[in-house]
């Protein structure tokens, strides 16, 4: 059965030292599910992820998929989960089809079916034209997208995914995102890690957003954007080396990357918003403004005081 293969990890908490990466941590994913694991830099995700794979074992609380124990059975973890790191894979001396190929056979798939399945993949993901090139000569984008083919072409009863999309042009990003949804097809659970926040409010059922170790929000897209239900995401763009300027009274929240500057209003003050806006235009070195509905990017804001576009 399906749900005998349901992944959880019970307050899983891990120190270093005085530092407390994780602190119990408890999540719970569903064969056939995507989910989200959100959170800034230093939240205490890859210490996380690295637990869950074998890498690392926690000071207290329990990690398990379906009848193993991850944490007393670290091979059974490497067995079990198929993982992309952040990094790139390191296929400088294999072609894409000799790279997939060995992997899929390494993850105990059947020489044919890894064959067909990695052909599936290729075209998918419109790698066609790179199948036959070292990986030394290909991109970035294309070396992350066969990283990702290496992952998934036999996957294990849980996926997870770091960063997938990082160097991917936008074309096959949209197509990458595809084939995530289609893992779900195939039995496997997803856990998938990532800053890019507005894409993954596409990608995942649920999600949970990690913040200074500590598991600090979970649910369903729509359910974490019920509390912004009425609100508004108001952009400013400001000119390079230009200060924040101080925000009006109805400013709910803030976060500044770069020169862009966002923040959450009411509904209500749509009109007082834009206003202030081209205000700042003419007179506080501002290039331009946007008003649009919330997203979960402002979700990630409002309980992390961060935006996803800063630097990882």
């Given amino acids: 059965m399906a749900d005998d293969w349901v992944f959880r990890t019970v307050d899983v908490s891990k120190a270093y030292g005085e530092t407390t990466a994780n602190d119990r941590i408890s999540i719970e994913v569903h064969p056939g599910?995507?989910?989200?694991?959100?959170?800034?830099?230093?939240?205490?995700?890859?210490?996380?992820?690295?637990?869950?794979?074998?890498l690392l074992k926690p000071d207290s609380g329990s990690i398990t998929l379906g009848p193993f124990d991850l944490v007393d059975d670290p091979d059974a973890a490497r067995q079990l989960c198929s993982y992309?790191?952040?990094?790139?894979?390191?296929i400088e001396s294999f072609k894409i089809r000799e790279a997939v190929h060995v992997t899929g056979l390494i993850r105990g798939g059947e020489d044919a079916a890894v064959r067909r399945r990695g052909e599936e993949l290729i075209a998918a993901l419109q790698l066609g034209e790179w199948a036959g090139t070292l990986g030394a000569k290909l991109s970035g984008g294309v070396r992350r997208l066969t990283g990702f083919i290496m992952a998934t072409v036999w996957p294990g009863k849980i996926v997870i995914l770091d960063e997938p999309t990082n160097d991917v042009d936008p074309l096959r990003r949209r197509l990458l995102w595809e084939q995530v949804r289609q893992l779900g097809s195939l039995g496997a659970a997803v856990i998938l890690v990532t800053h890019n926040v507005m894409e993954a409010e596409k990608s995942v059922d649920r999600l949970a957003v990690i913040n200074e170790g500590r598991l600090i929000a979970e649910g369903t897209p729509s359910s974490l954007k019920a509390e912004d239900r009425g609100r508004l995401r108001l952009e400013l763009m400001?000119?390079?080396?230009?200060?924040?300027p101080d925000l009006p009274e109805f400013v709910r929240h803030d976060a500044r990357v770069g020169n862009n500057l966002v923040m959450v209003i009411d509904e209500a003050s749509a009109t007082a918003g834009i206003e202030w806006s081209q205000r700042m235009m003419e007179s506080a070195g501002a290039e331009e403004y946007a008003l649009a509905a919330t997203t979960l990017e402002d979700v990630y804001i409002r309980l992390t005081g961060h935006t996803s576009e800063e630097p990882r």
Wanted: net charge neutral.
């Fill in 238 to 244: 400001l000119e390079p080396g230009a200060p924040t």
């Fill in 33 to 54: 599910e995507v989910y989200g694991l959100l959170g800034p830099n230093g939240a205490g995700k890859s210490t996380l992820v690295k637990q869950i794979i074998g």
């Fill in 84 to 90: 992309l790191p952040q990094a790139q894979m390191p």
